[in-house]
């Protein structure tokens, strides 16, 4: 590290304090930021007070120059650099700091605030031969001054070539209102290094993103490039994304290749994305390994309905994909079921029943998958449609294993719940007939349902049943319920509790009515 006077200019006097900053091979000096600055300044001050509190009182002049010059670590650039910046030092400290005097005629060391430098000045290269100050002028008051050279400025940056081609010559320009000094004066220190790209190594995103505005505003090209090149390359994490995207979209006209940097985020493939969302969607299906496709099932659920909500309107995988796949895997289960339920199938070995019923748990499980799906397109009413006319299934279900076919009751439980909520619109004959179907093999499997599965929620599942019963006509709720009173009166527990139902029943049956009848004759005798 090397030092560079850093000075505070305040009416009356002068304070110098010394700054670390970096030295690259090309001499090119980086401004410090305001935090570091002040660090610097912090630490400056406690050494000056130890030493004050060490050394015997001196005086005046003696006492504030060893509390000024801290000891100096490498040497400048050049020795005649050194040579006029001690002389300048001196000077400076020359003009004095008055240090109060207490009333016993003892020096009182001066407690100051510490404040953050108000004025810097930066020199690049061989400071000896600069031909032009730039002043910059911060919108929070700090002034920074760069001795740097005119042939370099006006070589790699056209506004700058602009600003020296108006007039010569040209001893000094300023800069006002600068948004970002720190950055602009580590961009224009970048003209001066060999491989730009080098010096951005282990910056950070948004650090590149802050270089690549001010190098827009000089006309910077190499360090555009050199940004481009850098966010290319450089992985992206959380918000950084639509940063970078924003940043560079408008550069797409100015011929700086940006294209790879966007092909991250944009393909230029000619398939369309239903095709991949489709693609993905057959692979899940397909997938027999059960840590992998559990955990893909809640992805992909989770980033469909996020698709859904935040997307409206946007690509999105056909609700007619959809169906195929639900028709497909129907199909499938059919068959399984003839052959689980061949009366032969239980004298056969392990080995030969195992797949089977394995294979039947998987396409169920998909089934239900693709079931969430369309509940959250609200585009299930097909589905309940389907899975109401399924008679044969319904038959075959009580002579496959309760092990693996409780998956179909699942599916019937969430068609109950999604049209109890209200999230699927089917019509009376076919939520009728989903009830005379499918309602007793739910029954058949409540008590495995409610102990051998995690995602079961009776409460919820029971609240949906009763609620379809109540949409039928109140002849239709009739014979259903008294048909699942004479159930629940002999299993109890292993049977949906369909009391709150049985309540509505009632009263629709055995008080409305009366209520109205004799509403009705009150009525009739106030019109008379």
Same mark, same amino acid.
């Given at each position: 590290?090397?030092?560079?006077?850093?000075?505070?200019?305040?009416?009356?006097?002068?304070?110098?304090?010394?700054?670390?900053?970096?030295?690259?091979?090309?001499?090119?000096?980086?401004?410090?930021?305001?935090?570091?600055?002040?660090?610097?300044?912090?630490?400056?001050?406690?050494?000056?007070?130890?030493?004050?509190?060490?050394?015997?009182?001196?005086?005046?002049?003696?006492?504030?120059?060893?509390?000024?010059?801290?000891?100096?670590?490498?040497?400048?650039?050049?020795?005649?650099?050194?040579?006029?910046?001690?002389?300048?030092?001196?000077?400076?400290?020359?003009?004095?700091?008055?240090?109060?005097?207490?009333?016993?005629?003892?020096?009182?060391?001066?407690?100051?605030?510490?404040?953050?430098?108000?004025?810097?000045?930066?020199?690049?290269?061989?400071?000896?031969?600069?031909?032009?100050?730039?002043?910059?002028?911060?919108?929070?008051?700090?002034?920074?001054?760069?001795?740097?050279?005119?042939?370099?400025?006006?070589?790699?940056?056209?506004?700058?070539?602009?600003?020296?081609?108006?007039?010569?010559?040209?001893?000094?320009?300023?800069?006002?209102?600068?948004?970002?000094?720190?950055?602009?004066?580590?961009?224009?220190?970048?003209?001066?290094?060999?491989?730009?790209?080098?010096?951005?190594?282990?910056?950070?995103?948004?650090?590149?993103?802050?270089?690549?505005?001010?190098?827009?505003?000089?006309?910077?090209?190499?360090?555009?490039?050199?940004?481009?090149?850098?966010?290319?390359?450089?992985?992206?994490?959380?918000?950084?994304?639509?940063?970078?995207?924003?940043?560079? $979209? !408008?550069?797409? #006209?100015?011929?700086?290749?940006?294209?790879?940097?966007? *092909?991250?985020? /944009?393909?230029?493939? @000619? &398939?369309?994305?239903?095709?991949?969302?489709?693609?993905?969607?057959?692979?899940?299906?397909?997938?027999?390994?059960?840590?992998?496709?559990?955990?893909?099932?809640?992805?992909?659920?989770?980033?469909?309905?996020?698709?859904?909500?935040?997307?409206?309107?946007?690509?999105?995988?056909?609700?007619?994909?959809?169906?195929?796949?639900?028709?497909?895997?129907?199909?499938?289960?059919?068959?399984?079921?003839?052959?689980?339920?061949?009366?032969?199938?239980?004298?056969?070995?392990?080995?030969?029943?195992?797949?089977?019923?394995?294979?039947?748990?998987?396409?169920?499980?998909?089934?239900?998958?693709?079931?969430?799906?369309?509940?959250? $397109? !609200?585009?299930? #009413?097909?589905?309940?449609?389907?899975?109401?006319?399924? *008679?044969?299934? /319904?038959?075959?279900? @009580? &002579?496959?294993?309760?092990?693996?076919?409780?998956?179909?009751?699942?599916?019937?439980?969430?068609?109950?719940?999604?049209?109890?909520?209200?999230?699927?619109?089917?019509?009376?004959?076919?939520?009728?007939?989903?009830?005379?179907?499918?309602?007793?093999?739910?029954?058949?499997?409540?008590?495995?349902?409610?102990?051998?599965?995690?995602?079961?929620?009776?409460?919820?599942?029971?609240?949906?049943?009763?609620?379809?019963?109540?949409?039928?006509?109140?002849?239709?709720?009739?014979?259903?319920?008294?048909?699942?009173?004479?159930?629940?009166?002999?299993?109890?527990?292993?049977?949906?509790?369909?009391?709150?139902?049985?309540?509505?029943?009632?009263?629709?049956?055995?008080?409305?009515?009366?209520?109205?009848?004799?509403?009705?004759?009150?009525?009739?005798?106030?019109?008379?």
């Amino acid at each position: 590290m090397a030092e560079f006077a850093l000075r505070r200019l305040e009416q009356g006097h002068a304070r110098i304090r010394s700054v670390p900053i970096a030295v690259t091979p090309e001499g090119f000096w980086c401004c410090p930021s305001p935090a570091a600055i002040q660090k610097t300044v912090k630490n400056q001050n406690l050494q000056d007070k130890q030493r004050s509190a060490v050394s015997p009182p001196h005086s005046k002049a003696s006492s504030v120059q060893r509390a000024s010059l801290p000891p100096v670590e490498k040497r400048l650039a050049s020795t005649s650099l050194r040579s006029r910046l001690i002389a300048e030092d001196q000077r400076c400290l020359n003009s004095g700091i008055a240090i109060p005097v207490s009333s016993k005629g003892q020096e009182r060391p001066q407690r100051q605030t510490v404040e953050v430098p108000r004025k810097i000045s930066v020199g690049f290269g061989q400071m000896e031969t600069s031909d032009l100050k730039v002043m910059l002028h911060g919108e929070s008051g700090t002034s920074v001054r760069m001795s740097v050279h005119k042939n370099i400025l006006a070589e790699y940056s056209s506004f700058f070539a602009e600003k020296l081609s108006r007039q010569s010559p040209v001893p000094q320009i300023e800069i006002h209102a600068c948004e970002d000094v720190e950055i602009y004066v580590e961009t224009v220190g970048f003209m001066y290094a060999k491989d730009v790209k080098h010096r951005l190594i282990k910056q950070s995103v948004p650090r590149v993103l802050r270089i690549l505005k001010v190098a827009e505003e000089l006309g910077f090209h190499v360090c555009i490039k050199s940004c481009l090149d850098y966010l290319e390359a450089m992985p992206w994490v959380g918000e950084e994304e639509e940063n970078v995207v924003s940043s560079i $979209r !408008h550069l797409q #006209d100015d011929n700086y290749g940006i294209s790879p940097i966007l *092909n991250r985020v /944009a393909s230029d493939l @000619s &398939r369309p994305p239903s095709d991949t969302l489709s693609q993905i969607m057959e692979l899940v299906l397909e997938s027999s390994e059960d840590r992998g496709r559990r955990e893909m099932k809640s992805l992909v659920l989770k980033l469909l309905k996020e698709n859904n909500i935040m997307a409206h309107g946007s690509i999105d995988i056909s609700v007619q994909s959809l169906y195929t796949s639900c028709r497909r895997c129907l199909d499938s289960l059919l068959d399984l079921f003839r052959h689980a339920s061949e009366p032969s199938f239980m004298d056969k070995s392990v080995e030969i029943r195992e797949p089977v019923m394995r294979q039947i748990s998987l396409t169920a499980d998909n089934l239900l998958w693709l079931v969430e799906i369309l509940v959250d $397109r !609200h585009a299930s #009413d097909e589905f309940a449609s389907l899975w109401a006319s399924q *008679n044969e299934l /319904a038959e075959l279900h @009580s &002579r496959v294993s309760i092990t693996s076919r409780h998956l179909v009751s699942c599916i019937t439980s969430r068609l109950f719940v999604g049209i109890g909520k209200g999230e699927m619109l089917p019509s009376k004959d076919t939520r009728k007939l989903l009830l005379h179907v499918w309602l007793q093999p739910l029954i058949d499997d409540y008590g495995w349902l409610q102990h051998g599965s995690r995602s079961f929620d009776r409460k919820v599942v029971e609240e949906g049943i009763g609620r379809t019963i109540l949409t039928l006509p109140l002849e239709e709720q009739q014979s259903i319920l008294l048909s699942w009173l004479g159930i629940f009166l002999k299993t109890g527990d292993n049977c949906p509790n369909l009391q709150r139902a049985f309540e509505v029943w009632w009263r629709r049956t055995f008080i409305r009515p009366y209520v109205e009848h004799h509403g009705s004759l009150l009525q009739s005798a106030d019109s008379t």
